[in-house]
């Protein structure tokens, strides 16, 4: 009497049919947006590393298209604010993180709560503009953000940092600004208007500044 051999291979070996790659769920909507403003900070952080080195000519042709101005102290003061407000919008989002990833919650409170209560105060389409030659304090930052959707906060931010539909990181902006209370289209305009509104700048050919030649400080005040 004859016994089949025993198929070792598939009995002790790795299963025929590979595992499937192991399934990541999505980020919260709080981390999402955490990791979206941090990367934003990162963008305006690099682009004050580059205002304060050298530049060489053909990124210094580029820096008056993202702004529609070439007065270095002007820009910076424009990416200082900007990255003042995405710190304490990263601030808020963490405060609010656990609101954020419950959705469901608010529109329960709302169902049950009279007419006057849902009633929210109106905020302006478009905030108000800073005096470009004053650096807002980070308290008045926190206050100009404090009541505003997350999508227009991101608005503003994008503008101050100059981020343009060319970037990366506009196409990452899109869906959290519409989720989020803002709207591209707007953004959009908004982008276009600061564009055309330095008399075509960035159209000539633009000298490079002597003062940019050695590092360029941003002043602190008095020395």
Excluded: C
Aim: hydrophobic letters at 40%; glycine letters at 6%.
């Amino acid at each position: 009497m004859t016994t089949a051999p025993t198929r070792t291979g598939l009995a002790n070996g790795p299963h025929p049919v590979p595992d499937r790659p192991e399934f990541l769920p999505a980020p919260s909507r709080s981390a999402g947006l955490l990791n979206l403003v941090q990367t934003i900070i990162t963008f305006g952080k690099g682009l004050l590393q580059t205002l304060q080195g050298p530049i060489d000519p053909q990124t210094w042709r580029g820096i008056p298209v993202r702004f529609s101005t070439d007065n270095i102290a002007l820009i910076i003061v424009r990416i200082t604010r900007g990255l003042l407000m995405a710190e304490a919008l990263h601030d808020r989002l963490a405060r609010i993180a656990r609101q954020l990833d419950r959705p469901s919650a608010p529109r329960a409170a709302a169902a049950t709560a009279s007419p006057a209560q849902t009633r929210l105060p109106r905020t302006p389409a478009i905030q108000p503009y800073w005096d470009d030659t004053v650096l807002p304090t980070k308290q008045e930052i926190a206050a100009l953000i404090r009541n505003r959707p997350i999508g227009r906060v991101l608005e503003d931010i994008a503008l101050d940092l100059g981020i343009l539909p060319s970037d990366k990181l506009w196409q990452r902006l899109n869906l959290p600004i519409i989720s989020n209370g803002g709207d591209v289209v707007r953004l959009l305009k908004r982008t276009t208007r600061q564009a055309f509104s330095g008399n075509h700048v960035w159209l000539r050919e633009l000298p490079v500044p002597e003062s940019l030649a050695p590092p360029l400080r941003v002043a602190t005040g008095p020395s």
